[in-house]
């Protein structure tokens, strides 16, 4: 795993410099999907194009896919023949791209607080759906951020974890 981390900081770095080699990214949503946007916004910031479609059946787009309903979040994006489920890591998507397993895709099941786009919003660092916890000693306001895995989706169903963060 520190192997595959310490490639993934690297790659990074590296892909940051060489955007114009990533390949573009469709995001299907659901109508009015904030969080879905500020994802999308994450992928421009590393270096990807993106093309939003909000979409008024997102679970079609799924079945389309071949997304597992035991990972599926949100939405949905498209990369380089891969499907990418919820609030994936842009450098997650980059090291997919680079060693390229046998896989329908990755996914960031559920909505983790934390993950890009579903960070604590407002100049506070507030947001409506409870992502600041008060430290019980100092009282500090802290950003709720939950640990989650990216999993990556074998051909038959199977997942296995792609990264942790």
């Not at 916004?41 to 309903?69: C, M, S, W, Y």
């Not at 407002?122 to 992502?131: H, K, N, Q, R, T």
């Amino acid at each position: 795993m520190l192997k595959r981390t310490l490639l993934l900081v690297a790659l990074t770095a590296s892909l940051s410099a060489a955007a114009e080699t990533l390949p573009p990214v469709e995001v299907f949503v659901p109508k009015v999907c904030l969080s879905c946007i500020d994802w999308a916004e994450h992928l421009r910031q590393n270096g990807f194009k993106v093309k939003v479609t909000e979409v008024d059946d997102i679970d079609a787009v799924k079945r389309r896919f071949k997304v597992p309903a035991g990972v599926a979040s949100r939405m949905t994006a498209r990369v380089a023949g891969y499907f990418v489920e919820g609030h994936v890591p842009a450098g997650d998507i980059k090291l997919l791209l680079k060693e390229k397993p046998k896989a329908r895709g990755i996914a960031v099941p559920g909505l983790p607080m934390g993950a890009p786009g579903y960070e604590p919003t407002g100049a506070d660092g507030s947001c409506e759906s409870g992502c600041i916890i008060f430290d019980p000693n100092s009282g500090e306001r802290i950003p709720r951020r939950e640990f989650f895995n990216t999993l990556l989706v074998a051909p038959d169903g199977r997942t296995s974890t792609w990264a942790r963060h």
